[in-house]
């Protein structure tokens, strides 16, 4: 079971992993924008579905290398690490990408709004790259089943950002209507981004050995 330390430090850590611009946010935004909120919601309900994929995935691949390879947990908290500098740096980095950038879109039917959401979140590099570098961070496989640790993670990072991305996807025309009047709080939101994720990685980097 896991600690509440590490409980809370995973959900500041998905928050602000999902708050970061890439696909899912970007097409959910987008059909949101182009074809109504109810377009938005049913785009992320693909989304989150393409969550538990990666879950199950990473969960079975995560469970059966930290017993096999015990060096493994090193290597994959600085890849970890690594994972987040780069992607602060993708924050702030001049010409950087905004959440509410979003393309236009062509009207679909529900069924491919659902589908598309489905696909862009299983092949979205970010996902896989989270789920494999940044979970092992939280296990500890003294305390019990590191298969049962990992499914009350992707449990706690689903909910973050289903939550997150509706709220997003609910408001995305008045904030994008905001954010375009205001470049200041563009380039707010991306360097508190940024800054966030380079602490996070620093943190990750240095821990104790658990």
């Not at 979003?102 to 979205?124: H, I, K, S, Y």
């Not at 789920?131 to 019990?144: E, I, V």
């Not at 939550?163 to 939101?189: D, K, M, P």
Request: proline share 6%.
């Amino acid at each position: 079971m896991l600690d509440l330390h590490d409980l809370l430090f995973f959900s500041l850590a998905a928050l602000v992993l999902v708050l970061t611009p890439g696909p899912n946010m970007i097409y959910c935004v987008s059909r949101a924008l182009c074809q109504g909120r109810a377009a938005g919601l049913l785009s992320l309900a693909g989304v989150l579905l393409g969550f538990v994929v990666h879950l199950a995935a990473a969960s079975l691949g995560l469970t059966a290398l930290l017993l096999a390879v015990p060096f493994a947990f090193d290597a994959l908290r600085l890849a970890g690490a690594a994972y987040l500098l780069w992607l602060a740096w993708q924050a702030v980095r001049p010409g950087g990408t905004a959440p509410f950038q979003p393309r236009a879109l062509p009207a679909d039917p529900p069924a491919r709004l659902f589908g598309m959401g489905f696909v862009t979140n299983v092949l979205n590099p970010k996902v896989a790259m989270f789920y494999l570098s940044f979970f092992p961070q939280f296990l500890h496989p003294q305390a019990g089943s590191v298969l049962v640790q990992t499914l009350q993670l992707g449990a706690l990072q689903i909910g973050i950002s289903g939550a997150v991305n509706c709220a997003l996807v609910l408001g995305a025309a008045r904030i994008t209507a905001f954010l375009s009047r205001s470049e200041g709080w563009l380039r707010a939101q991306r360097w508190v981004m940024g800054s966030v994720l380079a602490a996070l990685a620093v943190r990750i980097a240095l821990p104790e050995r658990r």
